[in-house]
């Protein structure tokens, strides 16, 4: 079955300081992993997705096969980066179906 | 302006009354979701339809129905039958694995 998993609901930082939102999965095949976020009164949009391996507003992730594992970091986190963050796999087989996980609220203390 | 639109925002019901949220997309995508918002359990799949006139449950689909009869609308009904209704309720649609998504509707049954 097709699982996402974030284990922690809150995650509180002070400025600067280096960032991990933990993502694990699990999944028969090859999944598509995303990281989606939704600022304070905003939609809900992608944030980045491990194909395209880039660096989006200084965050990355890289996806571990062997851990089964996509893990968001950012080296030095900042105040407007205060957000929800949700972790998402897209099933390739059966209706390409993305499920999410429960989502990190990441609280960036000044 | 492109993009997701959810109506109502805010709706009320009562106990035993079905209830319809509208989705509208002009992003020409073929596929669109439901998903079910609720605090510590993150997004949760209702339906979901890659084209017109075909659509698939998905993990929590008792007590809610859709119709796609359209490329650009997706409707969801929620039933006297859904036991927990009050939620926030996301749509969205899909381009090359990314979600859009609208601005919710919030459903409060009294």
Known sequence: AQRVTQPEKLLSVFKGAP?????????????????????S???????????????IKGF?????????????????????????Y??????????????FGAGTRLFVKA | DGGITQSPKYL??????????????NLNHDAMYWYRQDPGQGLRLIYYSQIV????????????SVSREKKESFPLT???AQKNPTAFYL????????????????????
């Open chain 2, 78 to 80: 929620v039933t006297s």
């Open chain 1, 86 to 99: 949700y972790c998402a796999l897209r099933a390739n087989t059966g209706g390409f179906k993305t499920i």
């Open chain 2, 91 to 110: 749509c969205a649609s899909n381009r090359a694995g990314e979600l859009f998504f609208g601005e919710g509707s919030r459903l409060t049954v009294l």
């Open chain 2, 53 to 64: 006139n075909d659509f698939q449950k998905g993990d929590i689909a008792e007590g809610y």
């Open chain 1, 19 to 39: 960032v991990e939102l933990k993502c694990n999965y699990s999944y028969s095949g090859s999944p598509e992993l995303f990281w989606y976020v939704q600022y």
């Open chain 2, 12 to 25: 009320f019901r009562k106990e035993g009354q079905n209830v319809t949220l509208s989705c509208e997309q």
């Open chain 1, 41 to 55: 009164r905003q939609r809900l949009q992608l944030l980045l997705r491990h194909i395209s391996r880039e660096s």
């Open chain 1, 60 to 84: 990355t992730a890289d996806l571990n096969k062997g851990e089964t594992s996509f893990h968001l970091k950012k080296p030095f986190a900042q105040e407007e980066d205060s957000a929800m």
